[in-house]
């Protein structure tokens, strides 16, 4: 039994529990009780007295096939070099608080491989919900990343890749409705899906049980997304107010915004790609104010990094978050909740992490200092528990 003692914790993250003292009780790998502070004893003990104790971080879009190298060079990679590094890059994640990331996208499916091998235990890295390949009408450019588009251009072929990613075991289906920042074909703003072929996404994905996630910036392309159903839209760059009352109107869909990638491409813009500095400099600030507007309207928001994009980016959400402070001005505790509560109820594993509860999984961050306050103090992290084992102390 492990105890967290003395732990300074959110009242918003540890929902029941109404003093900002406690002790988490930990057995095997499951929150087994929180009790006042001070009063618990166990064969370990963690004084948490300086530290924050939050819900551990997930981020609702990584690519683990991705580190920002050169994608040329990246395609030319083995899939036995590229499993390796993913494995590398997940890890990478865990060690910062993320125990549990959704991966959108990668080569040959390789990344469902490594979640398998996650879920037997064979190594430790965070819980990771894969997509597999990337299911894409054909578009200008899908060749810029190699094999990880799966090319469909009907319902019926649509309705086929579907399976075909479901029989590959895939956790979630990764559709693209727009064009794409990194692809130098396209316009990011204009829809390269045709509506009934996204709802033959959505009616073959419900049918085997897997919910889908779609590449989405512009707000015709959200608008589509959101009438078949689509459960996540990633990025949503471009919104206007119909688009903010349909997210409204609904309980199935959701934004996951994701602003770091292109604030990255233009404060660094000498060592990127031309096309990704031209595309980024369009959408920007469009994306600040959808995502501005959105939150004031009450629109529940996701979190996700795209982490894989630019170098540097696996185990650097605090660019993200900071990113969500000091350009969209939300408050620490928005982006907190956004990174726990909201994501695990997006994403539909609310009923296992996401908050400090008894009986959810014991993954777990500690930081010194009040992240409610200054998003900064997730730097300092001083524990780590996946599933009740310390992955960093």
């Not at 990344?111 to 200008?140: C, F, H, R, W, Y």
């Not at 589509?224 to 760059?237: C, K, L, W």
């Not at 096309?275 to 600040?288: D, I, M, N, Q």
Request: glycine letters at 8%.
């Amino acid at each position: 039994m492990i105890v967290l003692r003395n732990a300074r914790v959110i009242p918003e993250l540890t929902p029941g529990f109404n003093d900002d003292r406690a002790d988490i009780i930990i057995e095997d790998d499951k929150i087994a009780d929180i009790v006042p502070a001070k009063t618990a004893n166990g064969e370990t003990v963690f004084d948490m007295t300086e530290s924050t104790v939050i819900p551990g971080l997930i981020d609702a879009h990584v690519h683990l096939d991705l580190c920002g190298m050169d994608t040329f060079e990246e395609n030319v990679q083995p899939d036995s070099f590229r499993v390796v590094r993913a494995l590398r890059l997940a890890m990478d994640n865990l060690r910062k608080g993320y125990t549990t990331v959704r991966d959108l996208g990668d080569r040959n499916d390789i990344v469902i491989s490594l979640a398998n091998a996650v879920s037997q235990d064979l190594v430790m890295a965070p819980d990771i919900l894969a997509s597999g390949k990337i299911i894409s009408p054909t578009e200008s450019g899908n060749d810029f990343f190699g094999t990880m588009y799966l090319e469909a251009d009907s319902p019926m072929e649509f309705r086929k890749a579907v399976r075909t990613q479901y029989q590959a075991g895939a956790d979630w289906i990764k559709v693209m409705a727009t064009g794409a920042v990194m692809n130098p074909g396209g316009d990011p703003g204009a829809p390269i899906i045709m509506e009934d072929e996204m709802r033959a996404v959505c009616e073959a994905a419900d049918y085997v049980n897997r919910p889908v996630a779609v590449h989405c910036h512009g707000a015709n392309g959200v608008k589509i997304a959101i009438r078949a159903g689509v459960r996540t839209i990633e990025h949503s760059s471009i919104m206007d107010d119909e688009c903010i009352r349909m997210y409204l109107a609904t309980d199935k869909s959701f934004p996951i915004p994701t602003i770091s990638p292109m604030k990255n491409f233009l404060e660094f813009s000498e060592d990127k790609p031309a096309h990704y500095v031209e595309k980024a400099k369009r959408l920007f600030s469009s994306l600040l104010e959808s995502m501005r507007a959105a939150n004031k309207a009450g629109v529940k928001l996701g979190w996700g990094t795209d982490a894989g994009v630019y170098v540097g980016s696996h185990g650097n959400g605090i660019y993200e978050f900071r990113a969500r402070v000091n350009d969209l001005e939300f408050t620490p505790l928005e982006c907190l909740i956004q990174a726990t509560k909201n994501n695990a109820e997006i994403l539909q594993i609310d009923d296992s992490v996401g908050t400090l509860a008894v009986g959810k999984k014991a993954n777990i961050l500690a930081v010194r200092g009040e992240p409610d306050k200054d998003i900064n103090a997730l730097e300092d992290i001083t524990l780590v528990l996946k599933g009740g084992r310390v992955v960093k102390d």
